[in-house]
């Protein structure tokens, strides 16, 4: 039986995973495949904590070199994460004619176009399945599933530390610094937890699906970002009696002209399915011209999920090996000769319907004063609410949805309505996706 | 830029559809597939009728073996459906060694065996995609995205029309045959409904995702069908006065030894996403070793959902013949010498939570009476309401909610309590999944 050598670099939670699942699964890998796939070489800086798993005496090494440069290697899994020492490793293997399976959705995000470049020249295979969604099976969806549709949104929860936070929020009544803590403690959240709860791992994860939607580079700095560090379990029982709840959604949008991409909380109606989508799981909503929309849930993260990905990708390459295919899915799904550079929608364009809430003292003439500056922006009022009870002696909530409106025209007003006397704290906007 | 040629059987809904697609986006799919697919022989027994497509002249047929014959056809799309002559013709254009895509359930859930052995035989590529869950790609999720997972169970809502009516049972308070009426008037079901709402459909479905799962044949008479029918809106007002809501699932699992394969209507906890998943839409649940679960939403019907999925196929096809691919996926999942035959397990011995709801006189000690029985055959309840006031002359429904309990057990139980005096209907049954 033809078996595929495979050297790992970065042995930490997913790599271990990695390791662990073609140990206890070899057989029904082999079962599938019709080959074996062999880790022969792991490279970590620490190679002496106990991983769980058992690897043959003297695969172990601390020189990434001896993966890169190994003869036998066919597959380099990178697993560090981050720019550097990654691209730098994840080039030289390339260069060496090393296949590359990688769950780096930062290097990917940022140096995207070097790495399939690259890749392209080489005539080397990359898989990255597990750098979104862990064992959501997006981004072979993308490029595989959809193939003849044109997509025209994308729309996810794709951070499980942000939607546990969220989801824990909404269930009791705990607030964000205590659900943090507690999310920290289960080992949902990192010690530090900025990439995941300012939403930047969000927004590298929706730049590495906007390439492949619509085939276009994507400049990571330019994505509007904001995280939920400034929900407030106030904002949550009020997106409740509206008829929401908030997640943290990562959107990438297409009219056929610029491209809509920004990370942020969002309402959603909750009677939608990604609204139930809670805890730790991810979901990725898929829209197009042909199926209308497509959403596949599942854990974003782990061990074993994420593994299982990077083990799907490992096999996809084997199995090109196997049966002879060259170049057989490009991997920016597009052709390299037709990934054209589509502009970036400016984020005062944007166009929806915006939940408020706003913190004014509790005497007349307010409301009419904050709903005649939004009425001179051009923003009408859908509903509000000021019956809920919450003064912290600086004031009373005052909460709003409005109708469809544009970002620019809330903006502008909320800065009028932010100088008020009668405001006493900086108005909370979060964005309506229905 | 090459060209893949493709002939189509059958030019019905989907068939227009796939022609459709094939012409508004034959620019994205050359695109991304770097060759150009073209329909040239479409044969179907009415050529006249108007499908809102443009086709070529001389392209049209009522003779199939022009399609199957074609010296120049290197794909052949069967989209017919039913056993004969869809099984003919497939078996033919294999031996012709044209590759195959179809959307047949019903076949490949029959001749499964026949149909994968003549493609393996002949060395041609079958794509199947199209026939469970239209654009949800599960397919090629169990094949590729989870080739290295342990799969435990496949549950599913697999039939647009049956999701249809319970969840407009459940919105309004509508009945079984209103809907049923409705539905067939917007064109979600069929005149004569039978296959979609007595659940055969979805055991067509649950059959072919069992084969690929597992990596077993499956004898499609075997499985327990059970459809919608029986469902009433005051079974639908129970539920969700339990917490719960009706869902026709389809479900297949494996616990190592033998498959639990079935089709029936299922109470799901009202907060999963599944629970919410209404109208038109499927979704199916993957669980396994590896990944806890993953669950695929999107349309399961409809000419261009569907036909998305047999362009992706033909898509899939065209990349094995221009990459030089031989063998690739195998087309069951596994390989074709480790498809074993594995056993079915009886439905008398699964186990789990039952609703049961009985109609009953409204009197003293008919509650007592019922439960003696049930206790006697090893069934503890958890809940009763006996609140629900729905007196139609012949008595009170009595609605109850069962710990776990056998199959076995249940059956010999009710069929004591439906002989009571005091019972004046057949008790209905609902299989609780969480």
Request: hydrophobic share 40%; net charge negative.
């Amino acid at each position: 039986m033809k078996s595929i050598k495979v050297g790992l670099i970065g042995f930490g939670t997913i790599g271990s995973g990695v390791v662990k699942i073609l140990q206890d699964n070899q057989n029904i890998i082999k079962d599938r495949l019709g080959a074996s796939v062999d880790v022969i070489k792991i490279a970590d800086l620490d190679i002496t904590t106990d991983r769980g798993v058992n690897v043959k005496p003297g695969i172990l090494t601390t020189d990434a070199d001896e993966v890169l440069d190994h003869p036998e290697v066919d597959v380099v899994i990178e697993l560090i994460g981050g720019y550097e020492p990654a691209r730098s490793f994840i080039l030289k293997a390339i260069k060496n004619k090393k296949h590359i399976v990688t769950a780096n959705k930062a290097l990917l995000a940022k140096h995207g176009e070097e790495v399939f470049t690259a890749a392209g020249k080489n005539n080397v295979g990359i898989g990255f399945e597990a750098s979104v969604g862990g064992a959501i099976p997006i981004i072979r969806s993308i490029k595989e599933a959809f193939v003849a549709n044109r997509i025209q949104a994308i729309e996810g929860i794709m951070n499980g530390t942000a939607n546990y936070i969220l989801s824990k929020m909404s269930d009791g009544d705990h607030d964000f610094d205590t659900v943090l803590k507690e999310a920290q403690d289960k080992g949902y959240a990192e010690a530090d937890p900025t990439f995941d709860i300012e939403g930047i791992d969000s927004a590298h994860k929706i730049a590495v699906l906007t390439r492949l939607a619509y085939g276009t580079p994507v400049n990571f700095d330019d994505i509007y970002v904001q995280g939920i560090s400034g929900i407030s379990t106030l904002d949550i029982k009020c997106a409740h009696e509206f008829g929401y709840r908030i997640k943290l959604l990562a959107i990438s949008k297409f009219d056929g002209k610029a491209i809509d991409v920004r990370v942020h909380p969002a309402m959603i109606p909750e009677d939608k399915p990604m609204a139930n989508v809670n805890g730790v799981l991810n979901a990725i909503m898929v829209c197009d011209d042909l199926m209308e929309e497509n959403i596949l849930v599942g854990h974003g993260a782990g061990s074993l999920p994420t593994g299982s990905a990077v083990v799907a990708d490992v096999v996809e390459i084997a199995r090109n090996m196997i049966s002879g295919a060259q170049d057989r899915v490009p991997s920016q799904s597009f052709q390299e000769s037709n990934v054209q550079s589509i502009p970036l929608k400016d984020m005062s364009e944007i166009e929806g319907e915006y939940f408020l809430r706003f913190w004014v003292q509790d005497k007349p003439g307010v409301l009419s004063h904050i709903s005649g500056i939004l009425g001179n922006h051009d923003i009408s009022i859908e509903s509000v609410i000021q019956r809920i009870k919450d003064d912290n002696g600086q004031g009373v909530p005052l909460v709003m949805m409005t109708h469809d409106a544009r970002e620019k025209n809330i903006q502008a007003a909320l800065k009028e309505i932010n100088a008020m006397e009668e405001v006493s704290e900086q108005t909370v906007l979060i964005r309506v996706e229905k």
